[in-house]
């Protein structure tokens, strides 16, 4: 089975120091991962493709992998952990995504998830 390429969300706000001195980095850090579509998430100017998530703390790595959450939560802005971080979800197959995002879904009661597959047509 043909998985559906990563999807790797980075969900800030421009008025966060931190996201803004971490864009270009994570521009950079999209050029490294040709397994993946990176995309950058402002959560005000992209609110209403997010609808009711809210995102506490930033910058925050979220990553799918075609219907399946794999990872959302905080994380340094450091490339080489994101690069470690992402290729280990990459490297699961199908049975081993839906085993994760169902292990996610089951830590977080609120499944108002947004699907990140909107954020790259």
Same mark, same amino acid.
């Given at each position: 089975?043909?998985?559906?390429?990563?999807?790797?969300?980075?969900?800030?706000?421009?008025?966060?120091?931190?996201?803004?001195?971490?864009?270009?980095?994570?521009?950079?850090? @999209?050029?490294? $991962? /040709? &397994? =993946?579509?990176?995309?950058?998430?402002? *959560?005000?100017?992209? !609110? #209403? %493709?997010?609808?009711?998530?809210?995102?506490?703390?930033?910058?925050?790595?979220?990553?799918?992998?075609?219907?399946?959450?794999?990872?959302? @939560?905080?994380? $340094? /802005? &450091? =490339?080489?952990?994101?690069?470690?971080? *992402?290729?280990?979800? !990459? #490297? %699961?197959?199908?049975?081993?995504?839906?085993?994760?995002?169902?292990?996610?879904?089951?830590?977080?009661?609120?499944?108002?998830?947004?699907?990140?597959?909107?954020?790259?047509?």
């Amino acid at each position: 089975m043909e998985l559906e390429p990563l999807i790797v969300a980075c969900l800030c706000a421009q008025w966060c120091g931190v996201c803004r001195d971490w864009r270009a980095a994570f521009d950079a850090l @999209a050029a490294r $991962l /040709p &397994q =993946a579509r990176c995309v950058w998430v402002d *959560v005000e100017d992209q !609110a #209403a %493709l997010l609808g009711d998530l809210e995102v506490d703390s930033f910058p925050t790595l979220a990553v799918q992998r075609g219907p399946w959450l794999l990872h959302c @939560a905080p994380a $340094l /802005p &450091q =490339a080489d952990v994101w690069l470690r971080l *992402v290729g280990s979800l !990459a #490297a %699961l197959d199908a049975t081993q995504c839906r085993a994760q995002a169902s292990r996610l879904a089951g830590s977080a009661p609120d499944s108002t998830w947004p699907d990140l597959r909107r954020f790259t047509r």
